[in-house]
């Protein structure tokens, strides 16, 4: 039964991860990745990663790419614009990548033994939101925190690169006050 | 370091609102330019409601003029007709009977609450406050039993006649009526609360679309959007007609011309009416209420039926039309708007050589643009109604 | 094994029943007939079956029947597979965010442990938010999709807000989560057996502002900017019709009851009534022997349930007609600059009290 | 702003040019800042939902305790089984009056048709027996009446008057809406109330 619905959600995340890189039109594009994202919460869950699951819903699925099709739908991306089908190099590039990048997989999966999962026995704890959390902050603060100071800064980027310019003559004209201000 | 509006190349999006939109009320297109939902401009286009009033009443008789102003403004159609019988009344140098006077008075007042009570509540509607919308649909539903108590129909009114009145008020009128205001006021107070402190409803129409006096004027702004900005000019206080000088009232202003102001002023302008109709039930004298001058009248039914020289007088009129001296004539009457004026040119003949009315609402719907640019697009919704553009009126 | 599958399947039946069956449909009759109450008129009541209006509720069959016979239209130029998909997107997070809500305790029946919880999911809360984060791409795309520039700026007002309201939504309840210190519901539930622990008491701000948060989530007014019909037309679904249009009405409605239920959960002492933990239920029920009682003491607590969340959907169903609709950026100001500290500053007031 | 300052000094109203006296203006706008209280939303919007639930709870007492004389305390009209009371003074479809003999009142004499603004009316005339002016055809276009009552106000022999009818007034086809004499004619006794209106309002203590 588990196993039926790791392949259903495995076929499922990798057919539209294919359709992601190979749709045309850019918002199909970024639901295709959603797609993905959702099944890969799937399985999450089936590894009994919760957590992670809710997580991944959340922040990347949930989050991050309403924003992405925000600015798609916002700048209105042109089909072809933005692509890089003409240059040969750079696919070339990619492909020599993917193929490196499957070939090491496949030595680790043959050195492994050939088991692609192991149901966890004696982890009832694993996943869990308490067990996660201690980890966090125990063995992992260190690295938490790095990230943690990461995103503050990039922050602290966004605003500062989107903050409006007060003393541009373009930006003042935009709001005209009534007379009292 | 970049700057998004200059390294992307944006384009601003334009888009017709109307002439078939929710905000618009009557039939009107706004053409919108917008970055984001800022507009960067503003056309209105109007003329969706011209029926050609103007020259229509070119064809009639002065008297069958009467019905066609009712569909001027027809949330108060009532001012309209009281106008325009001013109007013809002074071009022929006639002064109407007291009773009749304070009639139109009532009738008037009676039709300024209707249309401040729909411009509030339609301005309720489109921000999105529906209870408030209807509390205010019954009261003026209510009114509007009144008035067709006193003249046989809800809207199209027909009521004034040059020279007087169709008829006198009908029995227990004063009864009803102050019966009907005390449902009113309770309703008022309900709206009064449901929204004047409301700090959404402040949010939406505070500070938005304001006007300074001097500008407002310039545009021709009258009625309640000129006394928002400050300014207590008021035809029925700056040039009193009919008996608005015995009344009792006060002009609201507001300050800032903003359309929360325009709102509060609308808002009072409702507590005087209905206080000025009062004083008006308490000071009517008995009496006529048509001018003595058969050649200007509609002969009474009892002359015309039982005298023939009556009878053949009143062919005359009807089918020649009354016959003012020749002239030119303006006279203004305080609209719910503002300035509801008629310009009259008469060549002596039964039928108007011109008639040119001056509808408060076109020179406050050609300040939309100069109110609405830089602002977002859900701000045309409050503006649009406080400014209270009324089709009919604005394209004639 | 077997009785697991029963229980599930009941469960799962019951809720279905409940959210589809019940809510949905008498929802729109709710909203209709309330708000006419409400504004002193009589409201629909026209559709009849021999003459028997049951004052309007048969406007929702008759409702039900004119959508699945209109005209299932798309617009040229559009999108079909996203137009198509967005009603769906937007109704499936509604329906199956309510799994994790628990209607009522744990009780023994026929020696099997029955908790009344479709799924008693570890990180019960954290799944709402997935799903309802999910709830948002129907709107944003049955907005792009239509090939129209309303829906498309209703699509564009639809993602901004969702996204800043859960962002607010889910610090808003990090208070109620160092409360109880659980993210599973049913605990969460368990512990405001006390009445003096349920969450209103714990969590005063934290509620108004989680309500707050969930109204705009669910695009309701006063939050209805994507779909201000006065400003926009309608907003994202300006282009639908027929059956698709009513699943976008649909998920409205049923987040309404799934917020409500979260509320209740969260903040109302969830299936409790005040002062009755389900132990003194048991042992009042004595007398219709074991089973019995559990069974009563269940349905005790379905109907407390269901009771506290129709008080709010009623609430919401008032918040709605009554107050006007904010202005986009204020929708956002409000999220930034108003719930988003006042949350904090609730987080912090409630580490200094319950953390120590 | 600071021509507003200097009112008190001046006698006349700089925008207006009349005295402030007789203007007295009233400022409506008094607190422009809001309290803490009313800028929290949260209480005002209580205060909001009491109002809608008072109005509510009432409406829910009068469906069930119903006022006299009332079917509920709502306001709507449940249409086609209520009805309104119309006034005396209400203008419905325009009528032709007959004599006791049902034959026409109306002599063609052709005011109406002059003093219609919408020109709805169109009358062909006949003499009957040589002497009896009469109309032979009475064309009234209902898609064009504005209902404004002139025709009964001009008519000298109350042969045209506004009837209380309002139910029928709607078609889906514009040709039916053209009536012909017969299907105007009405008895004089069913129109008696407005008859005697029309010669109340109408008679000559009001002129």
Known sequence: ?181 | MSDITKDFNTEHMVINMGPSHPVTHGTVKFLTTLDGETIVDLKVDIGYLHRGFEKMCENGTWQQVIPYTDRLNYVSPLINNVGYALAVEKLIGIDVPERCKYIRVIASELSRICDHLTNIAAGGLELGAFSAFLYFVEARDIIWDLIEMLCGARVTANYVRIGGLKNDLPDNFKEKTLEVFKKVRSLWADVDKLLTKNRIFIDRVKDIAAMPPDEAIAYGFTGPCLRSCGVPYDVRKAQPYLVYDRMDFEIPIGETGDNFDRYLVRMEEITQSLSIVEQAFDQIPPGPINVDMPQYRWQSKDDVYNRIDSLIFHFKTVIEGIKPPPGEIYSAVEGANGELGFYLVSDGSGKPYKIKVRPPCFALTAAMPRMMKGRFIADIVPTFDMINMIGGECDR | MLADMIESIAKILFIFGMNIGFFAPVLGWVERKQSAVMQDRIGANRADIFGFTVIGLFHSIADAIKVLTKEDFIPTGANKFFHTAAPFISLVPAIVTFCVIPFGGRYTLFGHDVNLVISDLDVGLLFIFAFSSLATYGAVLGGWSSNNNWSLIGGLRASAQMLSYEVAMGLTIIGVLMVYGSLKLTEIGVMQENFFRWGIFMQPLGFVLFLTCAIAENKRAPFDVPEAESEIVAGYFTEYSGMKFVMFWMGEFLEIVTISGIVTTLFFGAWHLPFITDQMLLSFFQFAGSNGASILAMLVNIATFFIKVIFFIWMQMTIRWTLPRFRYDQVMKLCWKMILPLSLINIFITGLVFLR | MNKMTDIDQKKCHPMVGVPIEKLRPKQVRKNLELTLWESLYIFEIIRGMYITTRHFVLNMIGFVFKPKGQKRRIFTVYYPEEKVTIPAAYRGRPVLVTWKNGKEKCVACGLCEKICPANAIMIVAEERDGSDRYPSAYTLDMSRCVYCGYCEEVCPKEAIVMSAEYQGLAERDRSKMIYSKEQLLRSEESVKDRIEYIRRIYSKCSY
């Open chain 1, 1 to 181: 039964m588990q196993l039926l619905i790791f392949y259903i959600l495995a076929f499922g995340a990798v057919i539209s991860a294919l359709l992601m890189v190979t749709s045309k039109k850019p918002v199909s594009s970024a639901m295709s990745l959603i797609a993905t994202m959702v099944f890969l919460a799937g399985l999450y869950v089936l590894l009994d990663a919760h957590l992670i699951a809710a997580l991944q819903l959340i922040v990347y699925a949930g989050a991050i790419m309403v924003l992405f099709l925000f600015v798609i739908m916002l700048l209105n991306v042109d089909e072809k614009e933005g692509r890089m089908a003409g240059n040969t190099i750079l696919l070339q590039f990619g492909a020599i990548l993917a193929i490196g990048l499957v070939f090491i997989m496949m030595v680790s999966l043959v050195k492994s033994g050939g088991t692609l999962l192991v149901f966890g026995e004696g982890a009832d704890q694993f996943g869990t939101t308490k067990a996660v959390g201690k980890l966090l902050f125990t063995e992992y603060l260190l690295p938490f925190e790095i990230a943690s100071v990461l995103l503050l800064a990039a922050i602290v980027g966004a605003v500062i690169l989107a903050k409006r310019r007060i003393d541009d003559p373009d930006q003042k004209e935009r709001i005209i006050p009534g007379h009292k201000g």
